[in-house]
């Protein structure tokens, strides 16, 4: 039964909120910069321009998801003085209380992804680890699992790279998830994760353990200036596999780019290689190449800044091979818990399904009280 005191809680929640997010002062800059677009002389400077409307409608969508949740809770507090008259069910109160609470929640959590490219697009590579068949296709299971969790999330998905396995599954495959915050939501989904199952490609039915590594950074766009020592850079080509027509297996339309860099602690010699086959053009495709590697150094840059603040990040993992992160048991018993935050759910389909929001908020929720300590 909804009382008066958690109508009350959820006013006081949403008050809040038009403070946290600067509604007011968010609504004075939407005038202002709308004011500048429609200025005759507004596209002489097209990337700049480009920057204030991504900005104006990040600044857009707050507002407007602030004013959702705000009709959502008057129309709670209508239908609650019905619900007293008699003219409304209990029932009708629950649905619209459970309706402004999610939505409030889901903006609240939203408000933690506050960190400097936690609002870009992401890419995503999952690269099998050593067991062969079984641990291709684990790599296969989970890219599947992100890509229907990105389609829950109305995000556009592309592949950038793939690399079959030699029996099933795949080696490594790159894709690139297009949308508001994907990097954010992800962002806590680098490192290991484990299987144990009783293996579909092991005659005897024995239980085998895999891993798979998983690397998210963000996909730069074009309000990042990233600066790219053009003589540290080398090309190779090579002939895409896989389907994509005559011309994709014919001619070497896939690159593979190689950067070099010194680690500025270590004065360690490193090397970054890409590879993309997204494209029948291998023009296109060494553009989204150097688009790529904008996007590692941007995530290098902000891994540096993050390893500066000591209080902070003490307690935080490093993110390389071997750091497991999340456990995937299905059988002798079935449970997905994510060993930083103890996490767990019983669902294991739930989850190879897409269903991963719960273990990304526990992950930056975590985090967030990280920071606040």
């Not at 997010?21 to 609504?27: A, H, N």
């Not at 409608?57 to 507090?77: A, G, N, S």
């Not at 209380?97 to 995503?124: H, P, Q, R, W």
């Not at 020592?229 to 190779?236: C, T």
Request: contains cysteine; hydrophobic residues 35%.
């Amino acid at each position: 039964m909804v009382t008066q005191e958690n109508i009350k809680d959820l006013q006081t929640r949403i008050d809040n909120l038009f403070t946290y997010l600067e509604i007011e002062k968010k609504q004075v800059e939407i005038q202002n910069e709308e004011e500048k677009s429609a200025d005759p002389d507004f596209w002489n400077h097209p990337k700049e321009a480009e920057i204030l409307l991504k900005q104006l409608r990040t600044k857009k969508k707050w507002v407007e998801e602030y004013q959702t949740v705000k009709t959502q809770f008057d129309d709670l507090t209508v239908l609650y003085d019905f619900f007293k008259s008699g003219d409304a069910s209990e029932e009708d109160i629950e649905n619209q209380y459970d309706t402004a609470l999610k939505f409030l929640e889901d903006i609240e959590f939203k408000n933690m992804l506050s960190n400097e490219g936690d609002d870009l697009s992401a890419v995503l590579q999952i690269t099998a680890g050593a067991g062969g068949t079984e641990s291709c296709d684990w790599a296969s299971m989970l890219m599947r699992m992100y890509i229907m969790w990105a389609e829950r999330q109305n995000f556009k998905i592309r592949e950038l790279n793939y690399q079959a396995g030699d029996v099933a599954g795949v080696k490594t495959v790159t894709i690139e998830i297009e949308g508001d915050y994907a990097f954010g939501y992800l962002k806590g989904e680098n490192g290991v994760h484990r299987l144990v199952r009783i293996s579909p490609f092991d005659s005897n039915a024995k239980r085998h353990t895999s891993f798979v590594s998983v690397y998210v950074y963000p996909l730069v766009d074009d309000s990042i200036d990233i600066q790219i020592n053009q003589a540290a850079l080398s090309w190779d080509t090579f002939r895409s596999s896989g389907a994509g027509g005559q011309n994709v297996n014919k001619v070497e339309t896939g690159v593979r780019l190689r950067y070099k860099y010194k680690n500025e602690d270590t004065s360690e010699e490193k090397e970054i290689i890409i590879e993309n086959t997204e494209s029948r053009s291998q023009l296109q495709n060494k553009e989204k190449a150097l688009q790529l590697l904008k996007s590692r150094l941007f995530e290098m840059e902000l891994e540096k800044r993050n390893a500066q603040r000591a209080e902070i990040e003490a307690g935080k993992m490093k993110i390389e091979w071997g750091s497991q992160i999340r456990n995937y048991v299905m059988q002798p018993y079935r449970l997905v818990k994510d060993v930083r935050t103890n996490h767990e759910t019983s669902d294991v389909d739930g989850v190879m399904n897409g269903n991963l929001d719960e273990f990304l908020k526990a992950y930056l929720m975590m985090m967030g009280q990280k920071k606040e300590s």
